[in-house]
């Protein structure tokens, strides 16, 4: 262990002496806070925040991936290409113990790293409020949407696909179905078709009324309240900032949907919002009944005189737990991805020269970074390079980690909860899996690679 722990010491120097961790280092400490001076998002303390938050940690997220790279290769490439390798090799230190020090020292320099800008960043949202002298109702938005982890809960999904096949049924039988769908393919005037009728499952005519079905809703404090998030738009040219008016109900599944009389009170008051833009509701938790079956509905009132179109399925968010530990997951995530990068950073430094191996590193960071990107990019090719794509390219790229899927800022942002469960499940797959078989195959190949030849 004194020798792992000599090997990690002398690696983390090896790094601070380098010119670009310095950069990068500087780059963060100046601009995180210019970034919290400077940001103003939508106008609102809750944009700025939102605004800052997203691009603070984005920033330091793809500096210190980046800078993990750098310091990895250029760590064990350097030794070998200036003949240190020599002497360390020569006392009693084995190859495992040499890359299991480069690695310690990596990831003990991100720890550092991270912990000193997540603090910056986390200590100018908290203070933002105040620098900005903020309103009570600009501080009380901030509060529910965004000093928040709130679980995110969609609609239990109707299945429409039976509807949609009778209704493919009917327009071939009447001979409709070429003349509304040229030269487009059974799967693709299914798919069609699906879009067509979810969007009337989410179309609500004037005096008409559209209900959502949520289970297992749960809210820890009885006290407080759920948030109903939606975004509708109207038929219609229509200006942005149109009010529309719904008339919301919330409560009992049972009671509203079968007229069954439940313990609990039912939610009704009339709203009127903007349309294109995200809004959301407070209600009252004790609307919620014992068993979590809750239903949401909007009647399109006449004053409207059109159709209101949502968007997309309303959601029901409530809070779980406090935006203090929701950060602290976010940072630990972040780190999830810094571990993984100096495992394949040391795996590519066993067998490539500097330059070749960071551009492996590089290629593989930045597909992971835009995988769902890539893989919608890939599947809309035309269907003989679409086929060959997928079985070759495809399984390589959901072979590597989704870092967009699993973007600490899609949780911070909106305020929604990463649970320990999620961050947990993440570090197996990362961590313990991915960076563990990098790691292991990296040991191998230096294991058996031969460092100098013997001349007699």
């Known amino acids: 262990m004194h020798s792992i722990w000599a090997v990690a010491t002398n690696t983390i120097k090896q790094a601070l002496r380098l010119k670009i961790a310095a950069v990068f280092i500087i780059l963060l400490i100046v601009l995180l806070p210019v970034m919290g001076l400077t940001t103003t998002g939508d106008g609102t303390l809750k944009g700025q925040l939102q605004t800052f938050v997203s691009y603070g940690l984005s920033l330091t997220s793809f500096l210190l991936c980046l800078l993990t790279i750098i310091v990895t290769i250029y760590s064990l490439t350097s030794d070998i290409e200036q003949r240190q390798i020599y002497t360390v090799l020569t006392k009693p230190i084995r190859r495992y113990q040499l890359l299991l020090g480069k690695l310690l020292g990596v990831i003990l320099l991100d720890v550092g790293l991270l912990i000193l800008f997540s603090a910056i960043i986390y200590t100018i949202t908290i203070y933002t409020p105040k ?58 005037i299914i798919t069609q078709l699906t879009n ?75 709203h009127s919002h903007s349309i294109q833009t995200f809004h959301e509701i407070a209600v009252p938790a004790h609307v919620v009944p014992k068993d979590g079956h809750l239903a949401v509905g909007f009647l399109n009132v006449p ?20 935006f203090t530990a929701n950060f602290i997951r976010a940072a630990l995530l972040i780190l999830l991805r810094l571990i993984f990068l100096a495992c394949l950073g040391i795996l590519a430094a066993t067998f490539l020269s500097f330059p070749v191996a960071i551009l492996l590193c590089l290629v593989i960071f930045l597909t992971a970074s835009f995988s769902s990107f890539c893989l919608e990019s890939f599947d809309s090719l035309s269907e003989g390079i679409s086929n060959i794509y997928r079985y070759t390219v495809r399984p390589m790229i959901l072979l590597l980690p989704q870092f967009d899927k699993f973007n600490p800022t899609k949780f911070l942002v909106p305020a929604q909860l990463l649970s320990w469960f999620l961050l947990t499940k993440v570090a197996l797959s990362l961590v313990c899996i991915k960076a563990f078989l990098l790691f292991s195959l990296g040991l191998l190949i230096f294991s058996f690679r031969e460092i100098a030849k013997i001349i007699i």
Request: hydrophobic content about 35%.
């Open 131 to 188: 620098f900005i002298n903020a309103s009570e109702a600009q501080r009380a938005e901030a509060d529910n949407e965004f000093f928040a982890a709130r679980i995110n809960l969609t609609p239990v999904e109707i299945d429409i696909t039976q509807e949609v096949l009778d209704t493919y049924k009917k327009l071939q039988a009447s001979g409709q179905l070429d003349e509304m769908f040229q030269d487009m393919s059974r799967k693709e």
């Open 196 to 270: 067509q009728k979810q969007l009337e499952k989410r179309a609500a005519a004037v005096g008409r009324d559209l209900l959502w079905e949520f289970k297992n809703v749960k809210p820890t404090d009885p006290n407080g309240s759920l948030f109903i998030k939606f975004k509708y738009d109207v038929s219609g040219i229509s200006p942005s900032d149109l009010p529309v008016y719904g008339r919301w109900f919330i409560g009992d599944y049972q009671y509203i949907r079968y007229g069954v009389q439940g313990e609990t009170p039912v939610y009704d008051g009339v």
């Open 303 to 322: 004053v409207n005189n059109t159709v209101v179109i949502f968007s997309e399925d309303p959601k029901v968010l409530y809070k779980a737990d406090t």
